[in-house]
């Protein structure tokens, strides 16, 4: 009986592990997948905050209160938002056809 009893604790214990361990995972990656999708957020604002910033430089003295009228001042927040979502979803679709090419090459 105990020999049975060790048995059960040890195949309960293993089935918890592997289910913990799965969990972890998944959590690491959806982490990971968060933090890909803030830095590539924010290095695109950057990207189109320096663009804007060109533009207005480069822009006559007497022109910049008209870009100041038409541009709003969250636009390079807006557009890098834009931006790194039409990124993310780029690499979501390659993945999957990465994916869909390896399952029917195995």
């Known amino acids: 009986m ?3 009893a060790t048995l059960v604790v040890s195949l309960f214990g293993s089935i918890a592990s592997f289910f913990g361990l ?3 995972k998944k959590t690491l990656f959806a982490t990971a997948a968060i933090a890909a999708g803030l830095i590539l957020t924010l290095a695109m604002f950057a990207f189109i905050k320096g663009l804007l910033g060109g533009i207005a430089y480069a822009f ?9 009228a ?3 001042s969250n636009a390079a927040a807006c557009i890098g938002a834009i ?3 039409k990124m993310a979803r780029f690499v979501y679709d390659y993945n999957m056809e990465n994916i869909k090419l390896a399952s029917y090459i195995t």
Do not use: D, V
Not at 60 to 68: E, L, N, Q
């Open 60 to 68: 006559p003295s007497w022109a910049g209160g008209w870009f100041a």
């Open 2 to 4: 105990p020999l049975f």
């Open 22 to 24: 799965q969990m972890a």
């Open 83 to 85: 931006l790194a979502a």
């Open 70 to 72: 038409i541009i709003p």
